[in-house]
């Protein structure tokens, strides 16, 4: 396992997106608490109903969280990145876990145990309602989603994932914006609520349309400007 300096652990909790509106004392606080652990590809971080006793920090790599089927089918639900925390609600919650995370690729994590959460919360309680923040606006991101799934069209939910990929994993290129990331079309499919032939109809229209095509694997947005306007209400 790589070592980390409490210099990149400060700096990697500063730019996650659930500690970063923490201040020096509390960062100081929190960098003695979170240690490094790895993830080699798809193995499991953990398994839906396992008990939570950890959140993590993503430092390098990415996961996939999915849920099986009866019939051992998998349905990836998000896609996560650096920067972005993971495990925390049911942490909180002291509930089992809803889901189960697996790598794509090796990753690293700042782990950070339930016991010294609590007690970093008690210690800290200017620290606590800046993370209820965080979280009550995960929760307003959920009712989003929700509605978009409800009552949105599956052009205008597929643009908003790319255009929401291309922010998170884009590397611009002479032919556009190319998300690195390789996902089937039923895992985009899994991502919007469609079935894999629904995406593949989108895709071929799209790429017939000159705004996306294939690049080893990975999603090119041709116009990432007209995929913008494509995911926003006044499209739809």
């Known amino acids: 396992m790589a070592s980390i300096s409490d210099e990149e652990k400060r700096r990697l909790l500063k730019s996650s997106n659930l500690f970063q509106g923490l201040d020096e004392t509390e960062l100081d606080a929190m960098v003695a608490l979170v ?33 099986t089927s009866p019939e051992g089918n998998e349905i990836v639900f998000n896609i996560l990145g650096p920067g972005e925390v993971l495990g925390e609600l049911a942490v909180l919650n002291d509930t089992p876990r809803t889901a189960t995370v697996q790598a794509i690729d090796v990753c690293e994590l700042l782990s950070l145990r339930q016991a010294d959460l609590f007690e970093f919360l008690r210690a800290h309680p200017e620290a606590a309602i800046k993370l209820c923040r965080v979280l ?59 079935t894999r032939e629904s995406i593949n109809k989108q895709f071929r229209a799209w790429t017939k349309e000159g705004l996306i095509h294939l690049d080893r694997g990975c999603i090119v947005l041709a116009q990432p400007e007209q995929m913008e306007r494509l995911s926003s209400y006044e499209s739809v």
């Open 136 to 194: 009550a606006g995960r929760v307003s991101n959920l009712s989003e989603l929700v509605a978009d799934m409800q009552f949105l069209n599956l052009p205008f939910r597929l643009a908003k994932k790319l255009v929401a990929m291309g922010q998170a994993y884009g590397q611009e290129q002479d032919d556009g914006l190319r998300i690195k990331l390789k996902l089937s079309q039923e895992e985009w499919g899994d991502l919007v609520g469609a």
């Open 35 to 67: 240690r490094l652990v790895s993830v080699n590809s798809r193995q499991e971080l953990f398994h839906r109903g396992d008990s939570a006793s950890q959140l993590y920090v993503i430092v390098r790599g990415r996961l996939k969280a999915l849920v």
